[in-house]
């Protein structure tokens, strides 16, 4: 994933890992250049390679 599509991951937002779907939902908590920590409710706080991995944003 580029640069320029990690910038909508902010804190706060939610997220799917589709190649992870028992994690369940996951919350934004940091975004530092394409390293990601999200909190994932079945697995706790994971730091996630933005540029291996795609998150998927929750919108509703």
């Keep these: 994933m580029s640069s320029d599509l990690l910038d909508i991951f902010e804190p706060g ?3 799917t890992n589709p190649s992870e779907p028992d994690w ?3 919350q934004v908590q940091s975004r530092i250049g394409h390293r990601i920590t999200v909190n994932f409710e079945q697995i706790g ?3 996630i ?3 291996l991995v ?3 944003p ?3």
């Design 45 to 47: 706080k994971v730091v």
């Design 54 to 56: 795609s998150l998927v």
């Design 13 to 15: 937002m939610f997220v």
């Design 49 to 51: 390679d933005g540029r």
């Design 24 to 26: 369940g939902l996951g």
């Design 58 to 60: 929750v919108w509703e």
